[in-house]
């Protein structure tokens, strides 16, 4: 493959960059980084390729998130990418597949594609790390043993982050338990600003826009500013006090649109935070399609920013917020992103039955990074 005419140049390699064990990559030449115009003239030179690694790359939700990356739909529809691909060992005739499949997609922005499962490769030089793969929790496992088994995990990708990733790294977990995953991840990464790192609650955010949209009868870009609170778990908190819903060309509050101060305090919340365990009873397999959407979703809003006038969820660092949460935890906050950089959206009024809601998903989260700790030492 190496002897290729010239007119064959930037056409996809299949290397063997890793040896034994190690899943074929293809490459496109640097060439077709430069564009020509149709008399044949050179024109700038694209920007450089940014590295990008998903873990778990055999998994589902990888498999919907991957072309939404490549296809430009995160980081920009003339970013060129480069994709890494990590998981274990045996999934890596399953990594030749996406590859493959990769490949006849046929997408403009992918420069190279490296599947692996070594560490030392798929952390090299990253701009932007997805964390998906996880340990998932499996029959009659408690969760403070899921904890334990992921705490090893996470340690080794975060010291891995560490010890190549570039120190401007934008970490994003989503591997559950992702808000306590992250933490660790953090921790592990010293080196890394912990500003750098957060998990993933965008999902529970689309699910709190959607159930309310449907509830109106509006599309869900007519609902902005739903808030989730704490943990991606069952304790969450999905709060709309804050929240707009755009009905008739007016924007009003979410209590108001609904008209429904029961099913705002009851039905609503417990179907935002149950509505995993739902998709998991009726499909027999967890969000894939939503999760996927939502990680874009996160990803392209650190990349670019969030929309003017307008707040999302995160799980971020808690250290110097201004709700009373504890220091020392991945919660999840309303921001505000500009520059890559977020900011906790601060002064929102919190009232008695809000305050109890997010005392309760912190107590959570107090638990289980002690757990961790104890784990780690």
């Known amino acids: 493959m190496d002897n290729l005419c010239s007119r064959c140049r930037g056409s996809p390699k299949l290397l063997d960059p890793g040896g034994k064990g190690q899943a074929r990559s293809f490459n496109i030449s640097a060439d077709s980084e430069f564009k020509t115009s149709q008399s044949g003239k050179l024109l700038e030179k694209q920007s450089d390729p940014i590295r990008v690694l998903v873990t778990g790359a055999a998994g589902q939700i990888a498999y919907s998130l991957l072309y939404n990356i490549a296809k430009g739909d995160v980081f920009g529809k003339d970013q ?9 060992t045996p ?8 590859l493959m499949e990769l490949q006849d997609c046929a997408l403009p922005l992918l420069r190279e594609v490296i599947p692996t499962d070594k560490e030392e490769v798929a ?15 499996k029959e009659g496992m408690e969760r403070k043993d899921l904890l334990k088994a992921n705490v090893k995990i996470f340690k080794s990708q975060g ?11 934008k970490v994003l977990v989503v591997g ?35 159930q309310l949209a449907i509830r109106v009868g ?36 979410a209590y108001e649109a609904v008209q429904d101060d029961n099913w705002l305090k009851g039905d609503f919340i417990s179907t935002v935070q149950q509505r995993g365990a739902a998709v998991i009873k009726a499909r027999k397999l967890s969000s894939a399609m939503s999760a996927a959407k939502a990680i874009s979703d996160h990803m392209r809003d650190i ?42 959206v601060d002064g929102l009024a919190i009232n008695d039955f809000s305050r109890g809601k997010m005392d309760a998903t912190a107590k959570e989260l107090v638990e289980e990074r002690d757990s961790a700790l104890e784990f780690i030492a």
């Open 80 to 88: 060129p990418l480069v994709l890494v691909l990590l998981d274990i």
């Open 91 to 98: 999934m890596l005739p399953v990594l030749d597949g996406v």
């Open 123 to 137: 952390f090299k030089d990253l701009d932007a790390a997805i964390l998906v793969g996880s340990m998932p929790r």
């Open 159 to 169: 010291s891995a982050l560490d010890k190549y990733a570039k120190k401007t790294v």
């Open 176 to 210: 559950n338990p992702a808000n306590t995953n992250c933490l660790i991840a953090s921790k592990s990464a010293p080196s890394i600003p912990k500003e750098n790192f957060s998990c993933l609650t965008r999902l529970d955010h689309n699910r709190a826009r959607s």
């Open 218 to 253: 509006v599309p869900a870009d007519n609902v902005k500013d739903v808030i989730i609170w704490g943990n991606h778990s069952s304790t969450q908190y999905p709060d709309v006090h804050h929240a707009k819903v755009k009905v008739q060309d007016k924007e009003v509050g």
């Open 303 to 344: 990349w670019f920013g969030t929309p003017e006038g307008e707040f999302i969820s995160m799980g971020v660092i808690s250290d110097g917020n201004s709700y009373e949460v504890p220091r020392v935890l991945i919660y999840s906050f309303p921001v505000v992103i500009k520059n890559k950089t977020w900011k906790i």
